[in-house]
């Protein structure tokens, strides 16, 4: 009996530990499987990870194409601009009289007649002393244009340019250094003042390049006239 008993007992103490191993095993199998990632699920995140990026480059290649096609608009705006300024009609011009009176030439106390410029810088000599005085240049009207080309053409001359020329500054002598590009020295450039209805010669103290510096007696219209020989000074 004893012998039996103890059969019975062995054989449940193995069937025991069989079971514990088995439920070992399945545990760890289970856990296993939790720490891992199927074939399948690294694919999908692939896919996903390349769809993101396809769609990141699409966005920058739009972006570039419109900064593209700002930078060419902007291209075609100055290059429009550049054709209409070069296209656009010059100033009208008289046959006789000044050319146009800009504001920059008004700036620079200037007169422009048939492409020849004359200005006056200030600094006249007043009485035999330097000054900060200013000399106004001015247009004359149609009329007197006309006279002094009659006047440039009966001392067999040419016309430069014809101002008028003024101030809020009495004087007895004045000294008078208009700036005039183009001229050089040795050039024959006589000046000539309208006195009464008629043109009088005054003296040229000076002619060098881009100046010529005239002595004055009274503000009036002067005529700048380029002659084969300088004449003598008259009245």
Partial sequence: MKKILALVMAGMMIVSSSICVCATDSAGTGNSGEGSISPQAEIAQLKAELEAQKKAYEKLEQANKTQSAQISALIDAVKATANSKQSAPAPSRGSSGPDYRNQQLIRNNAVSFNG?????????????????????????????LTSANTLAGSVRGGLINCVTVSSTVGFRTARVNFYMPGVVAGDTIAVYQLQNGKWVQLPTAEIRKDHVVVDMTRYGTLAFIRVPVLAAVTG
């Avoid at 600094?123 to 200013?134: D, L, Y």
């Fill in 116 to 144: 020849n410029i004359i200005g006056q810088g200030g600094h006249v000599e007043i009485n035999g002393g330097r000054s900060n005085v200013t000399f106004v240049l001015g247009v004359p009207d149609g009329g007197t």
